[in-house]
């Protein structure tokens, strides 16, 4: 305990002053979003339903996305393809990961005394509690990073990817995330258990993308809804018909991370999503890469533009930029063009003034550009 000099000191009424807001913003219940690497790791938190915590327990359901927080990756072969982080992970284990999240049930005030690892399943002792993985490439799927993942979490994955992490013989469960297609689609109908009925994980995908590279993962939550619209909601069942959705609550939102990009046309489905649906959160980066010979690896910053004016999110964040130290002959012929924000709405405005012969001002529909950097969080209010 401090003595009465230290309470005192400015560090000591700074620590106070910072836990104090930090307290205060967590009361609010809103989602969390942290950037636990340079790249493309993130851990998502989000607030789950005032019925779900009247009797104590964890404030936040936990899902962590594409960990890779430290080692090399190698797709195909070494000699191929080898990359490692060019920046250390803020975030460096599993186990920092786990104390991340329980730093934070405590500042809210969640999680009490021998309930420090209780999941929402009662199964296992992580306070992960799904982790989530996008492709089956391995600067996504991870094995070093996955393996250190309790055997017990959940993990929802892409064919590809959660064929490959089956293969392991780590985890209990391994669950194919389903595609959200289809005009008119109802969000609920993609919360497969063990998911809570408040969240849904499920993939967008472009028909035109053969190898559904250029895709996206959708988080979707309704944390607003009273325990009894929740159990009216359909959910998907492996390979069953669902009833009719009864008319719902319109009070759902969604993060969408898409660390290649995605085709704005692919976001169709979501725009027409029944009930609809708020995108609070697009997660895509900014950087243009391809290869050489034609291959279009990651989609940039102007197919972000385009894919955000559709969205009109709250949020747009960026992802999956890191520059990393590579080998393998890939690395020879990687093309990369890097551009801010602003200076792609020049280059729009510039070409709009070429085309119409007057002056035209590119706008991104008020997006709120965020560049989150490696171990910054964010809170979505």
Known sequence: MPSPKEANSPSSQLYSSLHETLTRTL??????LHHLN???????????PPLATARGGRIYYNILIDP??????SDVAKWFSQQWHSYESAVGSIADVEELIWGIEEAAGGGRDGERGRRDDGVGDSCIDVVAVCHEFTDHCHRETLEEVGRDVPVFATKKAADLIRSWNHFRTVYEIPPFIGNGTDWRATSIPPLPEYISISRIVAQSDAFYYHSALVFTFDTHQKASNLAKAPRRSNGHSLPDPPEADPITECVIYTPHGVKPEALLPLQNASPPIKTLCFIHGLHDVSISWGQQLNLGVHNGLQAQRRLKSKYWVGTHDEVKKGGGLVGWFLQRKVLTVEQALKEEEAKLNRVEGEKSVAK???ARFMDIGNGQSIFLE
């Open 38 to 48: 340079a790249d493309s790791t993130w851990l998502l938190q989000i607030p789950r």
């Open 68 to 73: 890779w927080l430290k080692g090399g990756q």
């Open 364 to 366: 991104v529909d008020d």
């Open 27 to 32: 009361s609010i219940r809103r989602p969390i």
